[in-house]
């Protein structure tokens, strides 16, 4: 069967762009490779940047044989590795490709230095090592990513230049391919540490608010715990119905609930006994005191609305906009359950805390007039199962 090098080059550059993983890229290459080309293995000698080495990852063929990834590394002063870091292919393969039999009749030629002659009888025995036909390198820009390795064809057949041609070629794309997938992992490491570091952040915040209220403390996280199990419990009756963001969301905003009271004074937060009505509005406006110290980061918008809605009522009754049902977000909806429990449990100054069974009963009658009826049914669900 002849095959169309330029559609299979096409094919396979639209396929690699669409990796982000380098492992995964790599199985992909050797895999397009060993089919296309019915080579008896294929491999490809990748740089790893962190160590300064070049790792040897190969897949078997049909007839071939198989080493293993992490099998081999070649560092720098490795003749192959050398050979293409100085370019010294290009004074006898122009194309880019080097093959046994080419590199056998160079070793032969009497015009070379002795020292360049023991370097291409160095190559041709690590080839012959690892039973390669072929090596192709793969560049972006002076920098080697990585060496493409081909075993013999399964006919016996010497490469054609049609495929040599479609090597060098496939050669740069992977350059670009794993470059883009290198990228990608780098920036994702990144992110994860950005995420971290708000995390640690949030966290911060989350302890400047407790140290104003000497009454609340550990709320917070309690909030947070039972927010989450809340969540993960809704999630089991219904599979799918949640996706990680909302998990990240509900964990942000549960931590930060009460960031608005960083503006209320502590001797309202602490005071022993009822509250005026002035003193009441101040405690009431906490919710968008926090919106406003958080609206200004875009990635906290739907965080934002756990923040804001907390203290509505299923009933409408509540605030700061006098929500009822499912116009509150969810979201808000779950912390609210938590943090009335939390609030039950814990002394307060303008009340003693109540035992767990009690705190439960109340939560349970007002379903449905301050709590949402499904996360009250899933919250009594984790108290049933001893996991409040």
Do not use: W
């Not at 560092?75 to 192959?80: A, G, Q, V």
């Amino acid at each position: 069967m002849v095959i169309n090098y330029k559609k299979e080059l096409e094919s396979a550059a639209k396929g690699m762009i669409l990796v982000h993983e380098p492992n995964v890229l790599i199985r992909l290459i050797v895999r397009i490779i060993v089919q296309k080309v019915k080579v008896s293995h294929a491999g490809i000698l990748l740089h790893d940047k962190n160590r300064d080495t070049y790792i040897l990852n190969v897949s078997r063929g049909p007839s071939g044989i198989k080493i293993p990834a992490g099998f081999a590394r070649m560092d720098r002063d490795n003749p192959l590795i050398k050979f293409f870091l100085e370019h010294k292919y290009k004074e006898f393969f122009k194309d880019g490709a080097i093959i046994h039999r080419g590199l056998e009749r160079a070793a032969k030629k009497k015009n070379i230095k002795s020292s360049f002659k023991r370097q291409l009888k160095q190559i041709l025995y690590q080839m012959d090592m690892f039973h390669i036909d072929a090596c192709i390198p793969s560049y972006f820009r002076d920098d080697l990513l990585g060496i493409l390795l081909l075993g013999r064809k399964n006919n016996g057949r010497e490469f054609s230049q049609e495929e040599l041609d479609f090597f060098v070629a496939l050669a740069s794309d992977v350059a670009m391919a794993m470059r883009n997938a290198q990228l990608f992992q780098d920036l994702e490491l990144a992110l994860d540490k950005m995420r971290q570091l708000f995390v640690h952040t949030t966290v911060a915040l989350a302890a400047a608010i407790e140290a104003k209220d000497r009454y609340t403390h550990g709320h917070t996280e309690r909030v947070t715990n039972l927010s989450l199990a809340i969540a993960n419990k809704l999630s089991q009756k219904t599979p799918g119905k949640f996706d990680k963001k909302f998990f990240d969301d509900i964990h942000v905003a549960s931590l930060l609930h009460d960031i608005g009271k960083i503006g209320v004074p502590e001797h309202i937060l602490n005071k022993q006994g009822p509250l005026t009505d002035e003193e009441m509005g101040c405690i009431h406006r906490h919710p968008m005191v926090g919106v406003n110290i958080l609206q200004p980061i875009k990635e906290l918008e739907d965080c934002i609305l756990g923040i804001k809605y907390h203290h509505e009522r299923y009933d409408g009754s509540g605030y700061p906009e006098g929500l009822r049902g499912e116009q509150i977000p969810l979201i808000a909806s779950i912390i609210a359950v938590a943090d009335a429990f939390d609030a039950m449990t814990t002394d307060r100054p303008y009340h003693p805390s109540v035992t767990k069974d009690e705190a439960v009963e109340e939560i349970m009658r007002l379903s449905g007039r301050q709590f949402h009826p499904e996360v009250v049914n899933a919250f009594v669900e984790l108290y049933q199962e001893g996991r409040i």
